[in-house]
T-cell receptor, first 117, second 119 residues
Framework: DTGVSQNPRHKITKRGQNVTFRCDPISEHNRLYWYRQTLGQGPEFLTYFQNEAQLEKSRLLSDRFSAERPKGSFSTLEIQRTEQGDSAMYLC???????????????FGPGTRLTVL | AQTVTQSQPEMSVQEAETVTLSCTYDTSESNYYLFWYKQPPSRQMILVIRQEAYKQQNATENRFSVNFQKAAKSFSLKISDSQLGDTAMYFCAFIPGGIGGGSNYKLTFGKGTLLTVNP
């Protein structure tokens, strides 16, 4: 299966600790997205990469959050000094953005569920 | 700013019957895509169906079809011959930009409708 993969699937941490999540997009996709989903809500956009360039960051992404996509392949999302309010499912998606009409559909990974104690 | 509203937090249907999930949206964009995603319990989100706003014909994918009313900004999902495996949270989502390029990177989701298919 060559879908979007995310690791770890679950992460439990104590408040104040740093955590890092990884996302591997579908190999031919040049766009990568991070979303956050809290219980009972739809996913909310966090950030977006076109190849290795981070082109958009949501106001939801505080200074404690940082995302990278070195070499335009996998991406990492780091949360520093975690807070209980960071507890959520973090979803990664990828797409082959471009000029073709059949692009723009985002395919999601299984997510990383973060619990901050 | 775009908004997506799903007014039915929960719905249930008997196996083999038909159910319709509602979605309305608000936007000033003329070109955009609309999506229905399915998120089964503890499983990843998968695309159910996609509609391009410039197409008048409603999209269909096997048992899934949409009723897209552009003027009314309505985008409902009909599931025919419901199956137990259709039990999931269903999210309606919007993305601007339409035909290639542009700002078509940020999906805006509704809060979802939890559909339960009963045997």
């Amino acid at each position: 299966d060559t879908g979007v993969s995310q690791n770890p699937r679950h992460k439990i941490t104590k408040r104040g600790q740093n955590v890092t999540f990884r996302c591997d997009p579908i190999s031919e996709h040049n766009r990568l997205y991070w979303y956050r989903q809290t219980l009972g809500q739809g996913p909310e956009f966090l950030t977006y990469f076109q190849n290795e360039a981070q082109l958009e960051k949501s106001r939801l992404l505080s200074d404690r959050f940082s995302a990278e996509r070195p070499k335009g392949s996998f991406s990492t999302l780091e949360i520093q000094r975690t807070e209980q309010g960071d507890s959520a499912m973090y979803l990664c998606a990828s797409s082959s953005g471009g000029l073709l009409r059949n692009t723009d559909t985002q395919y999601f990974g299984p997510g990383t569920r973060l619990t901050v104690l | 700013a775009q908004t997506v509203t799903q007014s039915q937090p929960e719905m249930s249907v008997q196996e083999a019957e038909t159910v319709t999930l509602s979605c309305t949206y608000d936007t000033s964009e003329s070109n955009y895509y609309l999506f229905w995603y399915k998120q089964p319990p503890s499983r990843q989100m998968i695309l159910v169906i996609r509609q391009e706003a410039y197409k008048q014909q409603n999209a269909t994918e096997n048992r899934f079809s949409v009723n897209f009313q552009k003027a009314a900004k309505s985008f409902s999902l009909k599931i025919s011959d419901s199956q137990l495996g259709d039990t999931a949270m269903y999210f309606c989502a919007f993305i601007p930009g339409g035909i290639g390029g542009g700002s078509n990177y940020k999906l805006t989701f509704g809060k979802g409708t939890l559909l339960t298919v009963n045997p």
